[in-house]
């Protein structure tokens, strides 16, 4: 029998990982990337990845029963409690994978592993590389040993593919009924997933599209970023991962959680200023030179990410409008002694510098931006989606571990964790000829018509006046959906999103669409699906906040662990978190998809 495929789009820590290891089980390994292997959210992560390392290597008293409940709090009580078991514990192994795989820690003089600390962790847990260049590290790491298997013929790399659709092949029309707070649902065939449509950019010309067929795709895209207008995510931070899965008809969780850091730089691209440095001892100041933060949480500026980004915003609300807000990191250099920051912080230094910053000497001004989010594509523990033969890891997945509110330092170790065992589930299935086995073929064929999102109308007085471009969605976003929500704002953002999506809708055309028109597409697609979520949540919990609605959800049980069902052929047995079902609106969507 031939070796099964498998294509992997996306190469940060997911996608590179997962590559790597279902080549190391001889499966046929097809990874495609959008931009260069470098470009990702991964290379420029900046604090670290967590764990809690074995055999006396962890900070005197740290246990893994510790850094669980640090990601159950920072979760706000929306975590799935056993697939932060499964990150939590399983850590220490995949460290030692990618250390096989090249990547090294950073050390001490004692020349064990070094760890720091980092906001909302009760203790030193965090692995650095390079200093404050743990993402780049990991990832030119894992990408050299990509380049390596590929060299071997063990891996096919395909760069600068933009993936336009999944290649669907489709079965009897059921009932897709799910249940669960935040989770979006479809009225949908059964479903199974067989490859990819993808378009290859090329300096000699357009070869057109191209059907890559598989035995299954695994979805590692990275996030969504580029739907605000202040981000620390770069520019191919789209959200295409979760437009191409609900297209394609599968189920997505937890879109109103969008986290936004607190310390990005408020001048140039929001260059991220590492939460390890304020676990180092900088401090948050206004421009009177208050340290304002005890205001507004006991923690201060240690206090998780949601809270530190609000009371930002709050602080300026509060007769501050048009003042900035500055991380102060003076006193690190004077109690450690000169030279430490450059030592310690060595991207941070040369940035700022480079923007004419000394901050050494000098604060620096800063501003909450959009840095990840905790939705995404739903999956059970083993990265498996609603549809047969699709899988999801890293950002682009929903897997409950990071609840309303992701722990610092744990969506790299996610990436690593949820993306082997999303491997280790499709070798399973391969093993046991179940996999991907899908449905005959029907007639059912889905238009690219509107979406029709919490019965939102396409505001043609505004649409002709703010016509469609990612700079105007950046901007609408940014005053309606990020970290301050209200009803009224929410219902004005999803009126223009769906004028643009009329404004958006025209007959088929024979061209390829560039990748910068699919895209804005794509965000188009996921801020409507935001701005669904967040309108239907009418509680505020997390990075998710209504001014109109500052309660917390009503609990009914003390741990929460979402279920969702459904009577879906290809729906996995879900176990994410159990919660009341309080605002549940099933979305209706058709979908254009490919079918095979």
Known sequence: MSARHLVVVGSGVAGLYATLLAAQAGVQVTLLTK???????????????????????????????AHIADTLKAGAGECDPEAVRILCTEAAGDIAAIEHFGVRFDRDASGRRALGLEGAHSAARILHAGGDATGAAIANGLIKAVRA?????????????????????????????????????????????????????LPQGEPGMIDLRSDAVLLATGGAGQLFAATTNPAVATADGVALAWRAGAVVADLEYFQFHPTALAVGENFLISEAVRGAGAVLRDAAGEAFMLRYHPDGDLAPRDVVSRSIAAHLRNGRDGQ???????????????????RRFPTIAAKTQALGFDWTREWLPITPAAHYWMGGIATNQDGETSLHGLYAAGEAACTGV?????????????????????????LREMAAGTGNVGAQSSHAQYSHAQMQLGGATPLSVHADALTFSKDTLQALMSAHAGVFRDA???RHAAEVLAGWRAQREMPARTAVPSREEAEALNLLTVAQLLVHAALSRENSVGAHFRADFTDPPIRTRTASSRTASSSHAAARDFQHRAATVSH??????????ETV
């Open 35 to 65: 931009g260069a292997l470098a470009q990702s959210n991964t290379h420029q992560a900046q604090g670290g990845i967590c764990a809690v390392l074995p055999d006396g290597a962890a900070a005197p008293g740290d246990t893994v029963e």
């Open 149 to 201: 298997a590929a060299a071997r013929g063990a891996v096919t790399l395909v760069e600068h593919a933009f993936v336009h659709d999944l290649l669907v092949l489709e079965g009897a029309a059921l009932e897709h009924s799910v249940l669960g707070r935040s989770v979006l649902e479809h009225s949908v065939l059964e479903r199974s997933v067989k490859g990819v449509r993808y378009h290859r950019e």
């Open 324 to 342: 900035s807000v500055y991380l102060d990191a003076t006193g690190i250099e004077q109690a450690q002694g000169a030279g430490y920051l450059s």
């Open 402 to 426: 990071h609840g309303a509110n992701r722990l610092a330092s744990n969506s790299l170790l996610e990436g690593l964790v949820f993306g082997r065992r999303a491997v280790d589930a499709f």
């Open 488 to 490: 009224q704002g929410l």
């Open 584 to 593: 549940m609106n099933p979305v209706k969507f058709q979908r254009e998809s």
